[in-house]
């Protein structure tokens, strides 16, 4: 009998001994989840980060507009042709000076060795003839004396791009000429000085 209950005791406390450990090991797990949801032990707390919503404002502020486009500008007179700019000159010298038979044509001499221009021309010999022309570059002008209307020369006016030209020597001889030849293109203006108050003027392009 003694030996029998020395072996239900080992059994029992074998048995409790089993039931102890069982129970640590379930506290042991249920303290380990509670660790896990315990956010003051740092276990448990979502690493990933909260989604925040961006307060900065990636819009650029508005500002102002650039203006790309250019500012009206002018009309650009280059696409004339040279010819245009010296008949205007030409144009406008004979015109403000209320020049003796100019009709507002400038006669075409191109292909010309030699032009003659009657100094001493029209009704009362107050007029060159033609008082307005065009020559190409390598042309001479002869201004010929006609005797009429006194005493005449013939002097570089305005705005002429040339400038040793004529003869200031007054002349009233029927048949006096001065002759010049020019190589350079431009405008030529001139007056009589004796006349200029009766518009005696005159012009030339060389082209």
């Given at each position: ?105 400038i006669e075409d001499h191109t292909d010309e060795d030699e032009v003659v221009i009657a100094n ?24 010929e004396w006609t005797g009429e209307g006194g005493s005449h020369n013939v002097v570089p006016d ?50």
């Amino acid at each position: 009998m003694r030996e029998l209950s020395r072996r239900h005791f080992v059994t029992i406390g074998a048995l409790a001994t089993a039931t102890g450990l069982a129970g640590c090991t379930e506290d042991d797990e249920i303290d380990d989840e509670e660790l896990e949801d315990d956010p003051e032990n740092g276990v448990g707390v979502d690493d990933e980060p909260a989604d925040e919503e961006d307060d900065v404002d990636d819009e650029p502020d508005d500002e102002e507009e650039v203006d790309d486009e250019p500012d009206d500008e002018e009309e650009d007179d280059t696409d004339e042709e040279p010819g245009d700019d010296a008949e205007e000159r030409v144009d406008s010298y004979l015109t403000e000076n209320d020049a003796q038979q100019y009709d507002g044509t400038i006669e075409d001499h191109t292909d010309e060795d030699e032009v003659v221009i009657a100094n001493g021309a029209g009704d009362e010999g107050f007029a060159f003839d033609p008082v307005a022309l065009r020559i190409d570059t390598g042309t001479t002008i002869v201004w010929e004396w006609t005797g009429e209307g006194g005493s005449h020369n013939v002097v570089p006016d305005g705005d002429t791009d040339f400038d040793d030209f004529g003869d200031d020597e007054i002349v009233d001889e029927e048949g006096h000429t001065v002759e010049d030849t020019f190589d350079e293109e431009g405008v030529g203006l001139y007056v009589c000085e004796p006349h200029a108050g009766v518009g005696m003027y005159g012009a030339f392009i060389v082209e």
